[in-house]
T-cell receptor, first 114, second 112 residues
């Protein structure tokens, strides 16, 4: 089954404790991205990657890191989480970067930073 | 800059009512427009899309027409069902498509 998977689905952590949220897609998509969803703000793009070893900042990159060492994986790293990073996070992928491409979303990771 | 504005929710309707969720956009060039739907506890999934002016996207009884003259992409459905209860996001993708911009989402609740 074609899908985007994220782990963990739920995470409670404390300020300053490094964490990684994994994202993997099995559709051989070139383009992957991370979003955070906050009430009243919709989805905002954190980082995106157009291919292996090619990443760039989205609209809200502060406090986050990403890497793209393999085509299928695009982990999101919070080196020193803070309470304002409490949010619902989505990973997405699409076949390419043309503006007709549909994005395929993972199920989401709900993060609480205490 | 580029932006998407959706009508505020929540929207509550009775089953079989007519639905309109307004979406307007600001963009340079010729963006593609999308409606995504998020059911409770799930990620977003594509509902429909339109890639050029006057195109109509349709799926599951929902429709939206890309209106360049009014910079709008309003979502409509003639007769809603309880199963349509979800959050709906309008989005645009422009230029190189490295960037996708979402509206703030509209929560729809349908009463039996």
């Amino acid at each position: 089954e074609a899908q985007v998977t994220q782990n963990p689905r739920y995470l409670i952590t404390v300020t300053g404790k490094k964490l990684t949220v994994t994202c993997s897609q099995n559709m051989n998509h070139e383009y992957m991205s991370w979003y955070r969803q906050d009430p009243g703000l919709g989805l905002r793009q954190i980082y995106y990657s157009m291919n292996v070893e090619v990443t760039d900042k989205g609209d809200v990159p502060e406090g986050y890191k990403v890497s793209r060492k393999e085509k299928r994986n695009f982990p999101l790293i919070l080196e020193s989480p803070s309470p304002n990073q409490t949010s619902l996070y989505f990973c997405a992928s699409s076949p390419g970067q043309g503006n007709r491409e549909t994005q395929y979303f993972g199920p989401g990771t709900r993060l609480l930073v205490l | 800059g580029n932006s998407v504005t959706q009508m505020e929710g929540p929207v509550t309707l009775s089953e079989e009512a007519f639905l309109t969720i307004n979406c307007t956009y600001t963009a340079t060039g010729y963006p593609s427009l999308f409606w995504y739907v998020q059911y409770p506890g799930e990620g977003l999934q594509l509902l429909l899309k339109a890639t050029k002016a006057d195109d109509k996207g349709s799926n599951k009884g929902f429709e939206a027409t890309y209106r360049k003259e009014t910079t709008s992409f309003h979502l409509e459905k003639g007769s809603v069902q309880v199963s349509d209860s979800a959050v709906y996001f309008c989005a645009l993708v422009y230029s190189s498509a490295s960037k996708i911009i979402f509206g703030s989402g509209t929560r729809l609740s349908i009463r039996p």
